[in-house]
């Protein structure tokens, strides 16, 4: 596993105390346009900050003189038994801000037990993530064709993976104005600025894009189709995100028809749309708001879950969008979530230290979550439910 840590910074690890420690990191090791597409998000930020402002209209409750000498985390999810109650949200292109970034976080999560989504926009080709990472969840966005759908998803399940996580929240492209401002474009445009971008960060470009380059050649798109895309750094090609607009029901409907494995759908924050999901046939959906990045003014995460929840009857919810606490954790899980992904904590970790610090944020987050259930008084993740919330009114207007 060393491989993917060398020149990492994995020294830096003891001054990572928490999951927002990483992106403060991040934020120095990272070149300005690679920094400025992970932390984006659409428009104002209005979604993004209600991500994280949705967990303070809840309290929690907490119960004393409970025996917490053990705390039992470990969770059944589709048939399959994780060590805690969270896992790894899919990210695109990870692997040009972290060394083999999906490899790592693959690898990182299969060693603590937990499972990692491959997003659809990665730069490692599913095969070799799945062949060397261990992981077997898979995130696509839909091609526009039924051929296209057909070929996609015979070359997943040709290599192995059986949980396919359709991404529904992506009709169109997001307004990409602050993508640009920041320098980033997909792919990316080669100028005078992004090489000096990439020259202030030495060891990024030293150990993760030269060593790429050396190592691996040219990042290319590997997994949005079931041929390879075109490459992450292009001055002429333009990236085709066409196709999707006209995308219905009867679609998702084909994919259950073709797909043998568990079906998982991402994007919901309607519980209309969760009650469709359901009907089909999918085993579970993810309420998610795509971190923020796509419309602004949409529900947060946490706000659209309980309603999702009540809307369905027979599959579990996930959750998604804005986690970076084992109480947000917590709270989730009380409102009726069966299972929590983090997205950028984990790329930050991964871009800072590699597996290693993959694998320390895991684990700080478990930590967390361990610590708080002992406080709360609880000693099963499965008995958390609404009676350990207090629900915090907004004050009144003066």
Known sequence: MGVYTIGSGVNQLAKIHNLQDFEHAARKHLPRPLFGYIVNSAEEGH??????????????MPRAMVDVSSIALETELLGTHYQAPFGIAPMGIS?????????????AAAAEGL????????????????????????????????????????????????????????????NSDNNRKSGFSSPLRPSLRL?????????????????????????????????????VLSKNVSRDFSGRRHLQ????????????????VKGILNPADAKRVEALGGDAVIV?????????????????????????????????????????VIKALALGARFVFIGRPMNYAAAVAGEAGVRHALRL?????????????????HHLGREHLIERRAPAPR
Not at 157 to 174: N, S
Not at 301 to 328: K, N, Q, Y
Request: net charge negative.
């Open 47 to 60: 979604t993004h900050a209600a991500n994280r402002s949705a967990f303070d209209a809840y309290g929690l």
């Open 95 to 107: 692997a040009l801000s972290a060394y083999r970034g999906d490899i790592v976080q693959a690898r």
């Open 115 to 174: 499972p990692m989504i491959l997003s659809g926009s990665s730069l490692i080709s599913l095969e070799e993530v799945h062949r060397v990472g261990e992981t077997d969840w898979f995130q696509a966005y839909l091609p526009g064709t039924l051929e296209e759908i057909e070929a996609l998803l015979a070359r997943v399940e040709k290599a192995g993976y059986r949980h396919l996580v359709i991404t529904v929240d992506y009709a169109v492209p997001p």
């Open 195 to 231: 090489a000096f971008d990439g020259i202030m960060r030495p060891r990024w470009l030293f150990g993760t894009f030269l060593r790429t380059l050396y190592r691996h050649g040219m990042p290319h798109f590997e997994n949005n189709y079931a041929t390879r895309g075109i490459a």
């Open 249 to 264: 029901w009867e679609y998702l409907e084909r994919v259950r028809a073709l797909w043998p494995g568990k079906l998982i």
């Open 288 to 328: 998610s708001n795509h971190g923020g990045r796509q419309l602004d003014y949409s529900p947060a995460a946490l706000e659209a879950l309980p309603a999702v929840v009540e809307a369905v009857e027979h599959i579990p919810v996930m959750i998604d969008s804005g986690f970076r606490r084992g109480t947000d």
């Open 365 to 381: 987050l478990r930590e967390e979550v361990e610590r708080d259930m002992a406080l709360l008084g609880v000693t099963d993740i």
